[in-house]
């Protein structure tokens, strides 16, 4: 994404629409993008060795064009629909729990932020009081003011640290290393100074995707090679407090670009497996130096310089080890509160389940894609499901699934004036008609199998702000309240599913004052918004240029 998570500053004065492209622009648009694939296997084969192991296809997600059928179902099929109402909805969802992590905690703490300032300056709050550790996952840290006083924060904490607590903070970064690396001043020339000054308690590690390699790597410029794939989870840790999101730290983020965030309050054990899924992937990641150089830790494979199969298994097996370690931990963990609920030394306090989702299909990981597959597979009449995401652009499979008959649905997506690169210069620009040309053609085929009343498409309007909010709102047939929400990096598109590193938390409550927040939160991002119909697409700035179209199917799998 050269940018999807990168918004461009809002424009009060109507915006000069480009001029026509040139053929020369256009060819280098097509070229830059869509024979990337091409450039991708011909260096692949190049630099990897004959040695080729088994299963190394299923690493590869393809690069230009999504395979026509969904992959096999990881999770056998439910024998029942489960309980309609709130009682039972952890028996209704436990198969999740067969699967990934399944964390019990209560509902009181867990708290729904609804706006950027709150976001920030929850965050702020938090890192001037941490005392053992503050992990930050983003695609990249911004370069502004408010990003230098985050930074001029985690000073602070760590000056704090050695002075007067005596507590020994450690502060773990994680960027990508293609966004965070981009321009004189980025990312990391804005931490070199932390690292510098407090080496022992600071890391700052750089996730290189394995797929830009070779002749790719060495052809395709700055901001376009994020294209290729990205680190993209959003998870900022402070003590035993998390920050779940699909926002980056950038000034916008906590000015004017709406997101969704969720602040997991004294949740130790899911603020231990984030800590130690952000460490993993740090692991396999380049490491920034104080001299602003960038080197493996010992004993890892290069993410571009080895064997590109190589690396996916190691980091596979790496990642995946927080993963079945934390459910060991459970499997004993439960046990043991088993026998204390039999003696009555344990209440129902905790009323609510968090299940880690992750989703690193170059990395061969794919559990996310599956949960989200057999959510809305299991999503039947009667149930409605709100699916928000800043960039419309469905997979197949969950296109098919939204298509298909089941629950009802309402999508909400940006308007072409808060799409991120409203405004860009360049190819950028038109982007936002990129977008116009997908959901036209969304609308179309719901038209065209009559399913207008069950799947309706929303667009969010709000002067000077961009937006950015992902995930879903589950509904139980004749329920007025969520009783499942998806929160997290995830965009439910090609990108997502194939191409970067992504993470979210699957929420199931019992908890009605969560519930009540839950719709809040859901109610205030629709409010601003109104449903499409087929004269939304007849208006002047709904208009696509006829290159624009032709383009999209070459590139759609690139944003």
């Known amino acids: 994404m050269p940018t999807a998570d990168k918004p461009h500053r809002r424009r009060r004065t109507a915006v000069k629409m480009a001029a026509p492209l040139t053929w020369r622009r256009l060819g280098y648009c097509v070229y830059t993008r869509a024979l990337a694939g091409v450039f991708t296997r011909i260096s692949d084969r190049f630099f990897r060795t004959r040695d080729r192991r088994r299963g190394s296809l299923l690493l590869l997600a393809p690069l230009l064009a999504e395979a026509d059928s969904s992959p096999l179902p990881l999770f056998r099929s439910p024998g029942s629909t489960g309980a309609q109402g709130t009682d039972g909805l952890h028996a209704r969802f436990l198969w999740m729990a067969e699967h990934v992590p399944a964390f019990r905690v209560p509902g009181t703490h867990i708290h729904i932020l609804t706006s950027p300032d709150q976001f920030y300056q929850a965050m702020k709050a938090r890192i001037k009081t941490a005392k053992r550790r503050v992990v930050m996952a983003s695609l990249y840290l911004g370069t502004g003011p408010l990003e230098q006083d985050l930074v001029d924060c985690m000073q602070e904490a760590l000056q704090r640290s050695q002075e007067v607590d005596n507590s020994d903070l450690q502060v773990s970064i994680l960027l990508d290393y293609t966004r965070g690396s981009r321009g ?44 290729i794939g990205v680190q993209h989870i959003k998870a900022y840790l402070f003590d035993d ?52 150089s960038v080197s493996m ?62 989703q690193m ?14 959510l809305l597979t299991d999503a039947g009449p009667g149930a409605t499901v709100f699916l928000t995401s800043g960039y419309f652009n469905l997979t197949r499979a969950y296109m098919s699934l939204v298509l298909g008959v089941g629950a009802d649905y309402r999508i909400l997506t940006a308007s072409p004036e808060v799409n991120g690169f409203f405004g860009a210069k360049g190819i950028a620009g038109e982007i936002p008609a990129a977008y116009i040309h997908i959901a036209r053609q969304f609308y179309s085929k719901v038209c065209q199998l009559g399913q207008q009343e069950r799947v309706h498409l929303h667009e969010y309007h709000r002067a000077h702000w961009t937006f950015h909010a992902k995930g879903l709102w589950y509904y139980l047939r004749g329920q007025v309240r969520p009783c499942l929400t998806l929160i997290g990096s995830p965009n439910f598109g090609y990108r997502s599913v194939h191409r970067d590193l992504e993470a979210q938390i699957a929420i199931v409550t019992e908890n009605q004052d969560l519930q009540a927040h839950l719709q809040e939160e859901q109610e205030m991002l629709y409010q601003r918004s109104t449903e499409v119909s087929s004269s939304t697409f007849q208006q002047p700035d709904r208009h696509v240029k006829l290159w624009v179209k032709l383009v999209t199917p070459l590139i759609k799998n690139f944003f």
Request: proline fraction near 4%; hydrophobic fraction near 35%; charged fraction near 25%.
């Open 184 to 227: 004189q001043t980025n990312s990391r020339t804005m931490l070199l100074p932390l690292l510098q000054q407090y080496s022992s308690g600071m890391r700052v590690s750089l996730y290189h995707t394995p797929d830009l390699r070779g002749l790719l790597r060495l052809l395709v410029p700055q901001r376009f090679n994020e294209t």
């Open 241 to 292: 407090d998390l920050i779940i999101s699909g926002a980056n730290l950038s000034d916008s983020y906590f000015t004017n670009r709406q997101d969704r965030y969720v602040l997991l309050e004294n949740c130790w054990e899911v603020a231990d497996f984030f800590s130690d899924l952000v460490g993993a992937v740090g692991d396999v990641s380049l490491q920034l130096q104080p001299d602003n």
């Open 297 to 358: 830790m010992e004993n890892m494979v290069h993410p571009y310089r080895g064997n590109r199969d190589d690396f996916s298994a190691s980091a596979r097996q790496h990642i995946m080890e927080v993963v079945n370690t934390a459910r060991t931990r459970q499997d004993i963990a439960k046990s043991e509160r088993l026998k204390r609920e039999s003696k009555g030394e344990e209440g129902g306090e905790e009323d609510t389940w968090v299940f880690p989702l992750i």
């Open 361 to 374: 299909k170059p990395l061969g990981i794919q559990v996310d894609e599956e949960i989200t597959q057999r």
